[in-house]
């Protein structure tokens, strides 16, 4: 008899490798939003981050959340680091491409709750009046990341974080644009 179960737990935790091994390697998620407002005031949120503390939904998640900035004050080679609660974990994001009015790309080294690298990038075209922004992140997913993402909604929880940014990126930007 527990020979029996032992031979159906294996061949259950067979399946599920084989259910997780075929998972994508990759993800991606990206939200974007129209802003009235020129690429070049948009672009200004984006590629100085100490700017983001006014927008960036993660921030607010944990405002004890220990912060800090290294390197120039805008553009490529501009840094933040962070260590908060578990809303919000540590890591560090680093501004590898800008182009202005076009392009911010970082790279995001996240060390909890769980260490991996992953890139961002908030691109900004020109619509009319108004400057449409997408903000997206991709990555590569290990073995442990394919099993979690079979629970847990990855679109979801961060596509909701890039809305929520991208509304109050507007609210501001919007606000500065007619003064």
Do not use: C
């Amino acid at each position: 008899m527990l020979t029996k179960v032992l031979i159906g737990v294996a061949a259950i935790a067979v399946v599920l490798a084989a259910v997780v091994a075929r998972q994508p390697s990759r993800f991606r998620v990206a939200r974007s939003a129209a802003i009235t407002a020129p690429p070049e005031q948009v672009f200004a949120q984006v590629n100085d981050l100490h700017r983001w503390e006014a927008w960036s939904p993660w921030l607010k998640a944990d405002p004890a959340a220990r912060t800090a900035y290294e390197g120039p004050a805008a553009g490529p080679g501009a840094a933040f680091t962070w260590s908060g609660n578990s809303n919000v974990g540590e890591g560090r994001m680093t501004i590898i491409d800008s182009r202005p009015h076009e392009l911010v790309r970082l790279r995001l080294d996240f060390k909890r709750p769980m260490a991996s690298t992953s890139t961002a990038e908030l691109t900004f075209v020109p619509d009319g009046e108004r400057t449409v922004v997408t903000w997206s992140m991709s990555g590569e997913k290990n073995f442990v990341a394919k099993a979690l993402h079979l629970v847990m909604n990855m679109d979801t929880m961060i596509g909701g974080k890039f809305d929520e940014g991208l509304a109050q990126m507007k609210t501001i930007t919007e606000s500065t644009a007619r003064k």
